[in-house]
């Protein structure tokens, strides 16, 4: 059955320090997300992406952070200058049709010290 | 903006008690409504979902009942067992917010520990 894919599984990373989150959406997918949930916390929602631009965002997603799908099989998540407060576990997640089922990777837990 | 909210865990039972997992939603609009499970070391999986008021959505056991008059989605479950130990997430996605994307707002998890 096909999966979504992230990697890394942990990122340990200094504040100040530029981070890239990857991710691997299901094939045949068309609408791309990344929540993201602090320890202890909701799982936030970020971003959605489609047909290679953001279509929403949330307050979270301030100028630090940027998306971008570069090869039409890898989702990326970038944080520019990593604050302690980013430590959290990230999730992305993938969708045929925004109607349909969203398909989640198992997170990348980013760690700032 | 619209919210989630479901009981607090952890949450400890025997091997084949009965599960109840509350969750209580406010949504703008006309929400569909999700329970998530993640199992150790895994992503979020969906486990059942509701589209309307008075459906039901089932799945390996569970169930739950979309209710507008009381904006619920409680999961329950007659006979737990260790395989179900694990996180479960209830979550909205609201058609009428104007976001053409269908986000998910999602509640903070429920840690089910379930012993033999």
């Known amino acids: 059955e096909p999966e979504v894919t992230q990697t890394p599984s942990h990122q340990v990373t200094q504040m100040g320090q530029e981070v890239i989150l990857r991710c691997v959406p299901i094939?045949?997918?068309?609408?791309f997300y990344w929540y993201r949930q602090i320890l202890g916390q909701k799982v936030e929602f970020l971003v959605s992406f489609y047909n290679n631009e953001i279509s929403e965002k949330s307050e979270i997603f301030d100028d630090q952070f940027s998306v971008e799908r570069p090869d039409g099989s890898n989702f990326t998540l970038k944080i520019r200058s990593t604050k302690l407060e980013d430590s959290a576990m990230y999730f992305c997640a993938s969708t045929v049709n925004s109607f349909y089922e969203q398909y989640f990777g198992p997170g990348t837990r980013l760690t700032v010290t | 903006g619209d919210s989630v909210t479901q009981m607090e865990g952890p949450v400890t039972l025997s091997e084949e008690a009965f599960l109840t997992i509350n969750c209580t939603y406010t949504a703008t609009g006309y929400p569909s409504l999700f329970w998530y499970v993640q199992y150790p070391g895994e992503g979020l999986q969906l486990l059942l979902k509701a589209t309307k008021a008075d459906d039901k959505g089932s799945n390996k056991g569970f169930e739950a009942t979309y209710r507008k008059e009381t904006t619920s989605f409680h999961l329950e479950k007659g006979s737990v067992q260790v395989s179900d130990s694990a996180v479960y997430f209830c979550a909205l996605s609201d058609l009428d917010s104007g976001a053409g994307s269908y986000q998910l707002t999602f509640g903070k998890g429920t840690k089910l520990s379930v012993i033999p």
């Open positions: 094939s045949n997918h068309l609408y």
